[in-house]
């Protein structure tokens, strides 16, 4: 129940309000187990505040698990500020969320989310230390699409290690579906990496660079055709509830490895893909190459040191899928129950209660 947060199992949950400029937002911080909560800021037109406390504590929770799989010391937490960016994000606005974050005294660090953009971090930055994902020339890491990318490939060739028993796409079929930032760097290093690529996007003009840029790609209309091509491989990477009750039953691809946040559309999925032999790797598992990306910020970024981090996805999925094996449960199954493992130990030497 969201009634009680206390209830939820979170540590903290913040209402903050500012008349002047209309700030609405809720912090949530589900555990600082590991370290300080570290989560992005979502800024969306809730239709109630009960959606929005939803929304933060199940995302807030979310990150905790993310973070710990990707081996940081950090905790998770997230924010949501109520209300449509287009009408009333503005600098003073921003700010005054920014004197909120600071005043939890780096126990909440935020980030980019939905509705929010590195530009935005740069004005949040002006009233507080703990925020990330600021840009380049204010010491921020960028674009975090560029390891996104490359933990997704990493945890897809833990993936086809498993089931075909060696670690790369060569020779594989990839269906990569949605070539925005973060689809348009895998392509690249599944390229590289000697596989075949078929590929689609909405957008015309994401085709439209794939056909200038990588003339090798096959491109198809549309996703569902995408699930349904003879592929090895499916990297959802638009939108969440890519597996859903049409898609699983469709699919041909004996591995599912994609950035997409939520692919799982509702709980029960992996539990069908299990059943029809298809290997899913977690999505919160491989695309934490972002958040590796900007927690790195907090020590001063350096983009060999993140890359490092990154790349061991490769041997966390590793130790996910064979989890799953050695406990016959579906891989999403296994990765909470190591998340939760990690937070549990390291959290015992921290007393933290
Ligand atoms: P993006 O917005 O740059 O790209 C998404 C692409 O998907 C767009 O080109 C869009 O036209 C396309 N698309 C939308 N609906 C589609 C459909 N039904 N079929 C085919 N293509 C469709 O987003 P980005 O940054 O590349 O992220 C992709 C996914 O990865 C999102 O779910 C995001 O939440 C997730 N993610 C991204 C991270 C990052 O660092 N950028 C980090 C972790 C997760
Ligand atoms: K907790």
Redesign the pocket.
């Known amino acids: 129940s969201t009634d009680d947060p206390g209830s939820t199992g979170h540590e903290q949950v913040v209402f903050c309000q500012d008349k002047q400029t209309g700030l609405k937002a809720i912090i949530g911080i589900y555990s600082t187990a590991l370290g300080p909560a570290l989560g992005g800021t979502r800024f969306y037109p809730y239709d109630s505040e009960e959606a929005a406390l939803a929304d933060v504590l199940d995302l807030s929770r979310g990150m905790a698990y993310k973070n710990a799989l990707a081996g940081l010391d950090l905790g998770g937490g997230k924010a949501v500020i109520w209300g449509d960016p287009e009408q009333i994000k503005t600098e003073a606005l921003l700010r005054a969320y920014g004197r909120f974050v600071e005043s939890l005294a780096g126990r909440y660090y935020t980030a980019c989310d939905v509705g929010t953009y590195v530009a935005d971090m740069d004005v949040i930055a002006r009233e507080t230390r703990y925020v990330t994902g600021r840009s380049v020339e204010h010491g921020g890491a960028g674009d975090?699409?560029v390891l996104?990318a490359w933990g997704v490939f990493q945890g897809m060739r833990a993936a086809a290690e498993h089931v075909w028993g060696v670690p790369t796409l060569h020779g594989r079929r990839v269906g990569v579906?949605?070539?925005?930032?973060?689809?348009k760097y895998l392509v690249g290093h599944l390229l590289d990496d000697g596989a075949e690529v078929v590929a689609?996007?909405?957008?015309p003009r994401?085709m439209e660079w794939a056909r200038t840029t990588h003339p090798q790609v096959s491109l198809v209309d549309?996703?569902a055709l995408l699930v349904g091509a003879d592929i090895d491989v499916y990297a959802p990477?638009?939108?969440?509830g890519a597996l859903n009750d049409e898609t699983v039953p469709a699919l041909r691809a004996k591995v599912v490895a994609g950035?997409?946040?939520n692919q799982l559309a509702h709980p029960g999925i992996e539990k069908l893909l299990a059943d029809r032999g298809i290997l899913y790797a977690p999505d919160y598992v491989v695309?934490a190459g972002?958040v590796i990306q900007v927690a790195d910020e907090i020590e001063g970024f350096n983009f060999e040191r993140a890359k490092l981090r990154a790349t061991r996805i490769y041997d966390t999925t590793r130790e996910i899928l064979r989890l799953a094996d050695a406990e016959g449960v579906p891989p999403a199954v296994a990765a909470d129950r190591l998340a939760e493992r990690r937070m549990a130990e390291v959290g015992r030497l921290r007393t933290i209660h």
């Open positions: 975090s699409s996104t579906a949605g070539l925005g930032k973060v689809g689609t996007d909405v957008d994401a549309d996703s990477c638009a939108l969440g950035a997409a946040n695309n972002g």
